[in-house]
C-alpha cells in the first residue's frame, strides 16, 4: 500500500511541476510581450550603422529609431509569434540588433506601418503601397558569406 501511495505522490509531484512551470513561462511571456520593446522612438545619437550596410546615397539620421532608418526591405524577419490575443515579430535592424514588433508600430523610413502579422510574415502600409516583409526560412547569419 505504501508503495502505492509513493508511486501516486510522485506522479502528482510530476503533474504539479509540469503545471507550475508552465503557468511561469506563460506569465514571463505575457509580461515581455505587453511591454513596448520599443520605448521611445529616439535614441542615443552614438548608435552607428557600418558602411557596408549604408547605401552611399541614402542619407541615415541616427537621431531616429534603427527601425526607422532604412526601408522595410533591408530589415531581415527573424520570427512570428501568433496568439489568440497577441502577434509579434522579431525583426533584424540593419546595425545587427534584434527587435520585437507588433501591428501599429512603425517600421522604415517612408512613414511605414504594420498592419498585419501573420504566418508567412508581415506587412506594412506606406504611403500608397503595401510592402510584405517574409519570414526568414535559414539562418540570417550565413547570408553574408554567400
Known amino acids: 500500500m505504501r508503495a502505492i501511495l509513493g508511486v501516486f505522490d510522485m506522479k502528482?509531484?510530476?503533474v504539479l511541476s509540469v503545471l507550475w512551470t508552465?503557468?511561469?513561462i506563460s506569465i514571463v511571456s505575457t509580461s515581455v510581450a505587453d511591454d513596448n520593446a520599443f520605448g521611445s522612438l529616439i535614441t542615443n545619437t552614438d548608435?552607428?550603422?557600418?558602411?557596408?550596410?549604408a547605401p552611399a546615397a541614402e542619407?541615415?539620421?541616427?537621431?531616429?529609431?534603427?527601425?526607422l532608418?532604412?526601408?522595410?526591405k533591408?530589415?531581415?524577419?527573424?520570427?512570428?509569434?501568433?496568439?489568440?490575443?497577441?502577434?509579434?515579430?522579431?525583426?533584424?535592424?540593419?546595425?545587427?540588433?534584434?527587435?520585437f514588433?507588433?501591428?501599429?508600430?512603425?517600421?522604415?523610413?517612408?512613414?511605414?506601418?504594420?498592419?498585419?502579422i501573420n504566418g508567412s510574415g508581415i506587412e506594412v502600409s506606406e504611403e500608397n503601397k503595401i510592402?510584405?516583409?517574409?519570414?526568414?526560412?535559414?539562418?540570417?547569419?550565413?547570408?553574408?558569406a554567400q
Open 47 to 53: 548608435t552607428t550603422v557600418p558602411a557596408a550596410d
Open 101 to 116: 514588433i507588433r501591428v501599429g508600430d512603425l517600421l522604415g523610413n517612408a512613414e511605414g506601418t504594420i498592419t498585419d
Open 74 to 99: 533591408s530589415y531581415i524577419l527573424m520570427g512570428v509569434v501568433i496568439s489568440k490575443t497577441v502577434k509579434i515579430a522579431l525583426i533584424r535592424a540593419n546595425n545587427g540588433e534584434e527587435y
Open 131 to 144: 510592402v510584405s516583409l517574409a519570414v526568414r526560412n535559414r539562418s540570417a547569419s550565413n547570408e553574408s
Open 59 to 67: 542619407v541615415i539620421d541616427k537621431s531616429l529609431h534603427p527601425l
Open 12 to 14: 502528482i509531484k510530476l
Open 69 to 72: 532608418q532604412h526601408p522595410v
Open 22 to 24: 508552465m503557468l511561469s
